[in-house]
């Protein structure tokens, strides 16, 4: 792990032995990782709320004629109760962060009211909550084979349904699970 300066940017693929609640066959997407720790979404668990029912509990309005069913993600155990969206383009939207050349992270609310209106960013994903690493936790746990990572891919975070992005990212990563055990093998 010495070599890698940081993973913020890289989809990080749960490896089939994490059973983790939260993060077996999850990918989560980096969008933080420095010398301090590291911060991420998880893509891959949805909520049963809709981005509509989010609109509605904030008392934003929406166009009328615009309805929005995609779902909400659990991003993570950590604040659950706060809003953070993932999107692309980066745009010029208050309290962002660009996380790749077209890729960035919003906390505020002026993207939730032009996504209500169909006026935000062409890709989008809202999460509630986060998941965060300390300081050498990450490292800790892709020494300890819980975690790949794999270059963020556009198409598995904003086009691919949350129940097909575990596969879709080991299938980008060249890994065919049906032929990998669970259980460490012993010569």
């Not at 989560?28 to 509509?52: F, K, R, W």
Request: hydrophobic share 40%.
């Amino acid at each position: 792990m010495e070599t890698i300066q940081s993973l913020a940017n890289h989809l990080l693929v749960a490896m089939p032995s994490l059973h983790d609640p939260f993060f077996s066959r999850s990918v989560t997407y980096i969008c933080e990782h420095n010398e301090h720790g590291a911060l991420g979404l998880v893509l891959s668990l949805p909520l049963e709320a809709t981005y509509d029912e989010l609109f509605k509990h904030l008392n934003i309005d929406t166009n009328g004629e615009h309805t929005d069913k995609r779902v909400l993600l659990a991003g993570g155990p950590v604040d659950r109760e706060r809003g953070f969206i993932l999107h692309s383009p980066v745009g010029n939207w208050e309290s962002s962060l660009a996380v790749g050349n077209d890729i960035a992270l919003s906390t505020s609310e002026d993207i939730l009211h032009a996504i209500a209106n169909n006026q935000g960013p062409e890709d989008v994903v809202i999460t509630l909550g986060y998941a965060g690493w300390e300081k050498g936790q990450l490292e800790k746990e892709i020494k300890e084979n819980s975690w790949l990572f794999a270059p963020a891919d556009k198409d598995i975070i904003f086009k691919t349904p949350p129940n097909q992005r575990w596969l879709k990212a080991t299938k980008l990563l060249g890994i065919d699970w049906t032929q990998i055990t669970e259980q460490d093998g012993h010569a």
